[in-house]
T-cell receptor, first 114, second 112 residues
Framework: NAGVTQTPKFRILKIGQSMTLQCAQDMNHNYMYWYRQDPGMGLKLIYYSVGAGITDKGEVPNGYNVSRSTTEDFPLRLELAAPSQTSVYFC?????????????FGEGSWLTVV | EDQVTQSPEALRLQEGESSSLNCSYTVSGLRGLFWYRQDPGKGPEFLFTLYSAGEEKEKERLKATLTKKESFLHITAPKPEDSATYLCAVQAINFGNEKLTFGTGTRLTIIP
């Protein structure tokens, strides 16, 4: 009953460091998403993928990179971390792109850049 | 630009005290409006999708309704376990899940 699994749950990074947030789903969903959630702001889409090998930018992609080599995994790479990237990151997946395809979220990764 | 405004930001109710949460939206043609529940330290959990004005959906003590400008999440005789942040999101026609616009949520606290 795993659904969408994110690691790590918490991480503190120093300015300029890099790291990868891992995301895996076991529902055989083609569509996967990375969101960030900041206090007082709605969830913002960073990147999304419609299938293995296909990724595209969302609303706030700067400072991030993604890859999708398998259906199950969708890691998010932070290069040269900045304080503005302090946030909660959610990975999500859905079976399709439309409003009838429920989006399932992971439990989140809390990232602090100091 | 699509916009979603949720009110109030926070709401405290006594157990059993019914109330409503509001989600006002502007979108260039609505494909779907979504309600999610988010517990502290967790990811959003899907509740409902509404597609057209006049539609209603229910789940336990929650009922979601939709008009052309807003959606309401009615909570009847709430219990402490209903305490959470409730998020609203809209999806515009001609776009998929990659273009959801989320509100900032209403933080609901039910006091025993």
């Amino acid at each position: 009953n795993a659904g969408v699994t994110q690691t790590p749950k918490f991480r503190i990074l120093k300015i300029g460091q890099s790291m990868t947030l891992q995301c895996a789903q076991d529902m055989n969903h083609n569509y996967m998403y990375w969101y960030r959630q900041d206090p007082g702001m709605g969830l913002k889409l960073i990147y999304y993928s419609v299938g293995a090998g296909i990724t595209d930018k969302g609303e706030v992609p700067n400072g991030y990179n993604v890859s999708r080599s398998t259906t199950e995994d969708f890691p998010l790479r932070l290069e040269l971390a900045a304080p503005s990237q302090t946030s909660v990151y959610f990975c999500a997946s859905s079976s399709g792109p439309g409003s009838g395809n429920t989006i399932y979220f992971g439990e989140g990764s809390w990232l602090t850049v100091v | 630009e699509d916009q979603v405004t949720q009110s109030p930001e926070a709401l405290r109710l006594q157990e059993g005290e019914s109330s409503s949460l509001n989600c006002s939206y502007t979108v260039s043609g609505l494909r779907g409006l979504f309600w999610y529940r988010q517990d502290p330290g967790k990811g959003p959990e899907f509740l409902f999708t509404l597609y057209s004005a006049g539609e209603e959906k229910e789940k336990e003590r929650l009922k979601a309704t939709l008009t052309k400008k807003e959606s309401f999440l009615h909570i009847t005789a709430p219990k402490p376990e209903d305490s959470a942040t409730y998020l609203c999101a809209v999806q515009a026609i001609n776009f998929g899940n990659e273009k959801l616009t989320f509100g900032t949520g209403t933080r609901l606290t039910i006091i025993p």
